[in-house]
């Protein structure tokens, strides 16, 4: 794949406001566009006037943020990514999430894993959120763990540290 601007994150660990700074410095900004009844669906949009394609190397979530914090951090990942402004490399975290959700086995024994406890948290917390998870988890699940894409005829590949 070629690549004109990126920008490489890493290791965001749930911090949803250094996550929304960065994209303020980058100029990357959401606009919600006002309903103009109350039978209308309210729509949203990225601006990226510069055009950087964001490539995010894992550790987006964290246990010690008691949750909250992580999931509000993976959804916004997870909408620059659909919304073709990002690319999310799988990294330990996010596959330690994957297997939390998909073995609840290891959740019934009380595994003190921080994702474990990250995602029990979620489910008691707000069990409204069961289904959001389970979207996010799917996604997250095809995720590559690694990305390569060309710049000015060069190759090169991210990958998280983890998997090195």
Same mark, same amino acid.
């Given at each position: ?64 943020? +008691?949750?909250?914090? !992580?999931? #509000?951090? $993976? &959804?916004?990942? @997870?909408?620059?990514?659909? /919304? ?26 009380? +595994?003190?894993?921080? !994702?474990? #406890?990250? $995602? &029990?948290?979620? @489910?008691?917390?707000?069990? /409204? ?36």
């Amino acid at each position: 794949m070629k690549i004109k601007n990126p920008v490489v994150i890493g290791d965001i660990h749930a911090n949803y406001k250094g996550l929304k700074r960065i994209l303020k410095q980058l100029y990357i900004i959401k606009y919600e566009s006002p309903r103009r009844d109350k039978n209308q669906e309210e729509t949203s949009h990225w601006k990226n006037p510069k055009e950087y394609q964001l490539i995010f190397l894992g550790d987006i979530n964290d246990g010690r943020s +008691k949750g909250k914090s !992580s999931f #509000k951090t $993976l &959804l916004l990942i @997870k909408d620059l990514v659909d /919304s073709g402004i990002g690319l999310l490399v799988q990294s330990n975290h996010q596959a330690d999430l994957i297997k939390a959700w998909f073995s609840p086995s290891l959740l019934s024994k009380g +595994k003190e894993s921080q !994702s474990y #406890k990250e $995602l &029990l948290y979620l @489910k008691i917390k707000d069990p /409204s959120t069961r289904d959001a998870i389970e979207e996010l988890i799917h996604w997250l699940n095809q995720r590559p763990f690694y990305i390569s894409f060309v710049l000015k005829d060069k190759e090169y590949i991210c990958v998280h540290a983890y998997y090195t």
